[in-house]
């Protein structure tokens, strides 16, 4: 099948990487002082147009500013924050391909973000170390190939979907060759910060594949839903492509009832699971993010008391070392 390829990889090649043009845009230049150079160097700034669409101008606290600005709150270093919070270089039995859960392994399909998430716990990850190329996924395919007790894909990064429908689709190829997968599992934040990627020709390799394909979305926010990511994720519902939603609890971006609860609300009325609510990774340059155990189960608490139980994330940690994510009521108080 031919794949051809959209003006979603122009609109990649166009993001916004430099702070202080970002600030401009959005009215704000007069906090330039509150942007830190070496955040910006360490882990660079990128935001697509469709996400800056989103962000209200003027507002400093804007929710969505919030996750991508480098300020100079990431230069406070903490001990207890590290540059691998998951010790992840500890599951790569090969690498790019990290196997921690039974029954599911994860690769590293490529190092490339849309969107620069400066909570990111991958933000100091070897990239280059694990090689994510198209050159390196036989090791990958030859590990997954005789562990049949390997049921589930995920296909993460960076984000899945930067790849080109023509290599993605070579990818899933090489993946359907080995019998004991059953499922593709797609971890993406793609759909709410650029829309455009999901095109008709990427459905339909989502959606003609044996295995069944699974997309978890990365939103924190209702408001990072314009008419562009709802169309978007409306081809995907329609598509018949199951729907779920993580999110990291964020201190000054969503630690609050009303912010989570309209966020449930929002991705259910479009057709999205809210499945999980991370408690934050402690990654190095994140921890003015951090909201305590016992606020979070608080606010846990308040979406249980209104809404359905079906709209109520599970409050998650996950800990390196564990055989799966740890419930919230299981952990310890901080």
């Not at 090689?131 to 395919?141: I, K, R, V």
């Not at 899933?172 to 829309?195: A, C, D, F, N, Q």
Request: glycine share 4%; charged share 20%.
């Amino acid at each position: 099948m031919h794949i051809q390829t959209v003006n979603w990889q122009k609109v990649m090649q166009s993001t916004y990487k430099d702070p202080h043009a970002l600030l401009n845009k959005l009215g704000l230049s007069g906090i330039d002082s509150n942007l830190s150079e070496q955040a910006a160097q360490e882990f660079p700034l990128r935001v697509p147009q469709s996400y800056l669409e989103n962000i209200k101008p003027g507002n400093p606290a804007d929710a969505l500013l919030l996750q991508v600005l480098p300020t100079r709150q990431e230069d406070v270093r903490d001990a207890a924050y590290t540059t691998d919070p998951l010790q992840e270089s500890s599951y790569q039995p090969v690498p790019g391909l990290l196997h921690k859960y039974r029954h599911r392994a994860l690769l590293i399909a490529t190092g490339a973000c849309a969107i620069h998430c400066r909570y990111c716990f991958r933000r100091h990850f070897p990239y280059a170390d694990a090689n994510p190329s198209e050159n390196t996924w036989s090791g990958a395919l030859n590990y997954l190939m005789k562990d049949k007790s390997i049921k589930e894909i995920i296909l993460s990064g960076g984000d899945p979907l930067t790849l080109s429908n023509n290599r993605l689709s070579r990818l899933v190829e090489l993946l359907i060759g080995i019998p004991h997968l059953k499922r593709l599992r797609i971890h993406t934040r793609i759909p709410v910060v650029m829309p455009c990627r999901i095109d008709e020709d990427l459905i339909e390799l989502l959606t003609t594949t044996r295995l069944q394909p699974v997309v978890v979305i990365h939103s924190n926010h209702a408001n990072e839903f314009g008419d562009k990511a709802r169309q978007a994720i409306r081809k995907l519902y329609f598509a018949r492509i199951p729907l779920f939603n993580q999110s990291v609890l964020l201190r000054g971006v969503n630690d609050s009832a009303e912010t989570l609860t309209e966020l449930s609300e929002s991705l259910f009325a479009m057709g999205i699971i809210p499945y999980y609510l991370h408690l934050l990774d402690k990654v190095e340059g994140a921890a003015h993010f951090h909201v305590p155990l016992y606020r979070a189960k608080s606010l846990v608490q308040s979406l249980r008391e209104t809404l359905p139980g079906y709209l109520v994330p599970k409050l998650v940690k996950e800990i390196a070392g564990e055989t799966a994510k740890v419930p919230a009521e299981l952990l310890d108080a901080e």
